[in-house]
């Protein structure tokens, strides 16, 4: 329990002395601090946005700094390094304090945030969330999020690429906080993968053709066109045979039988004259119903005979004839 107890006094002792830095280098733009053990004593990297307010005027603003350290922080030899930020625009810290002065100053929020990120993801990051809780428009707490790119919210990618920044706007409803998550613009995620393409293969000088491979490639071409030869011979001479095998059928003559089976019933013979050929029968084309109908419409009524012929009733015969008799 002793170490574990040692471990938390250490950390709660830097938290205070970053928030006591801060206060103090407020002006100066903070954006980070670090402080690493040596065999020589502590030395505290301090990042800022202008470090020459941090120096001060030959070097009185950082030599008081140093004293603070040392005294109110139990620090052994305090050894403190002001570095510039490459570009502020990329440093969470940096950003945060700029928005909550942006919010002190009367800026509406969502003018404040959207600024904020445009002006974030113009200086090359690959993706940046800020939120911003508190009173923002009445007497209700609320929070508003703005995000634009790639956002990490958990895991170990959270931890490389996300830099995450704080600060709070001191306002007359009360105080609002502002968090500043940025992803560093050289972040590679795992699900990134790059395929190299293989080396080319060096392609092996090819070998001078001498006489002798010449003659035996010719040799082998020349045997090849004689196996081919062959081949069509002896399919042309399979193809003859076949066609000899197969006699063509003898025609039949007209008024020929064909060959007679054992045991066949014999067939009627045909009226007529033995000998003579048969006389082809003309049949007569059958006339269209219309035709027909015209026809017998026009043909004189026919006799009939004497035995067909209705009776006639008698008549009486002449008054002469009556007379006479």
Same mark, same amino acid.
């Not at 004189?300 to 009556?322: G, I, M, T, W």
């Given at each position: 329990?002793?170490?574990?107890?040692?471990? @938390?006094?250490?950390?709660?002792?830097?938290?205070?002395?970053?928030? &006591?830095?801060?206060?103090?280098?407020?002006?100066?733009?903070?954006?980070?601090?670090?402080?690493?053990?040596?065999?020589?004593?502590?030395?505290?990297?301090?990042?800022?946005?202008?470090?020459?307010?941090?120096?001060?005027?030959?070097?009185?603003?950082?030599?008081? !700094?140093?004293?603070?350290?040392?005294?109110?922080?139990?620090?052994?030899?305090?050894?403190? /390094? $002001?570095?510039?930020?490459?570009?502020?625009?990329?440093?969470?810290?940096?950003?945060?304090?700029?928005?909550?002065?942006?919010?002190?100053?009367?800026? #509406?929020?969502?003018?404040?945030? #959207?600024? *904020?990120?445009?002006?974030?993801?113009?200086?090359?990051?690959?993706?940046?969330? $800020?939120?911003?809780?508190?009173?923002? *428009?009445?007497?209700? #707490?609320?929070?508003?999020?703005?995000?634009?790119? #790639?956002?990490? &919210?958990?895991?170990?990618?959270?931890?490389?690429?996300?830099?995450?920044?704080?600060?709070?706007?001191? !306002?007359?409803?009360?105080?609002?906080? $502002?968090?500043?998550?940025?992803?560093?613009?050289?972040?590679?995620?795992?699900?990134?993968?790059?395929?190299?393409?293989?080396?080319?293969?060096? @392609?092996?000088?090819?070998?001078?053709? *001498?006489?002798?491979?010449?003659?035996?490639?010719?040799?082998?071409?020349?045997?090849?066109?004689?196996?081919?030869?062959?081949?069509?011979?002896?399919?042309?001479?399979?193809?003859?045979?076949?066609?000899?095998?197969?006699?063509?059928?003898?025609?039949?003559?007209?008024?020929?039988?064909?060959?007679?089976?054992?045991?066949?019933?014999?067939?009627?013979? /045909?009226?007529?004259?033995?000998?003579?050929?048969?006389?082809?029968?003309?049949?007569?084309?059958?006339?269209?119903?219309?035709?027909?109908?015209?026809?017998?419409?026009?043909?004189?009524?026919?006799?009939?005979?004497?035995?067909?012929?209705?009776?006639?009733?008698?008549?009486?015969?002449?008054?002469?004839?009556?007379?006479?008799?």
């Amino acid at each position: 329990m002793a170490s574990e107890r040692k471990f @938390v006094t250490e950390n709660i002792r830097r938290v205070l002395l970053k928030e &006591y830095v801060m206060s103090k280098v407020g002006r100066a733009g903070f954006g980070g601090l670090d402080v690493q053990r040596t065999p020589m004593g502590t030395r505290v990297t301090l990042i800022t946005e202008r470090p020459g307010l941090v120096i001060g005027r030959r070097g009185e603003a950082i030599k008081s !700094l140093t004293k603070a350290i040392e005294e109110d922080f139990n620090f052994n030899n305090p050894q403190i /390094e $002001v570095q510039e930020v490459e570009n502020p625009n990329l440093n969470a810290q940096i950003m945060a304090e700029k928005l909550a002065n942006a919010l002190e100053r009367g800026w #509406h929020f969502r003018r404040a945030g #959207h600024s *904020t990120v445009r002006r974030i993801m113009d200086s090359g990051a690959r993706g940046c969330q $800020v939120i911003i809780a508190g009173k923002l *428009t009445g007497q209700r #707490h609320r929070t508003e999020k703005f995000k634009e790119g #790639h956002i990490k &919210y958990c895991g170990q990618a959270k931890l490389n690429f996300m830099a995450q920044g704080f600060a709070a706007a001191k !306002l007359k409803p009360g105080i609002i906080g $502002v968090t500043v998550q940025i992803m560093d613009p050289n972040a590679k995620l795992p699900d990134e993968v790059e395929i190299i393409p293989p080396p080319p293969v060096a @392609v092996a000088p090819e070998a001078p053709v *001498t006489k002798e491979a010449e003659a035996t490639a010719k040799a082998e071409e020349k045997k090849a066109d004689e196996a081919v030869q062959e081949l069509k011979k002896t399919a042309e001479g399979d193809a003859a045979a076949q066609a000899k095998a197969r006699k063509p059928r003898a025609k039949k003559k007209e008024g020929e039988a064909g060959p007679k089976l054992e045991g066949a019933p014999e067939a009627p013979a /045909e009226p007529g004259v033995p000998g003579e050929p048969k006389k082809a029968v003309k049949k007569r084309k059958k006339k269209e119903p219309e035709v027909a109908v015209a026809a017998q419409q026009t043909e004189a009524p026919k006799e009939l005979p004497p035995a067909q012929q209705p009776e006639l009733p008698a008549q009486n015969p002449p008054a002469e004839d009556k007379k006479e008799g």
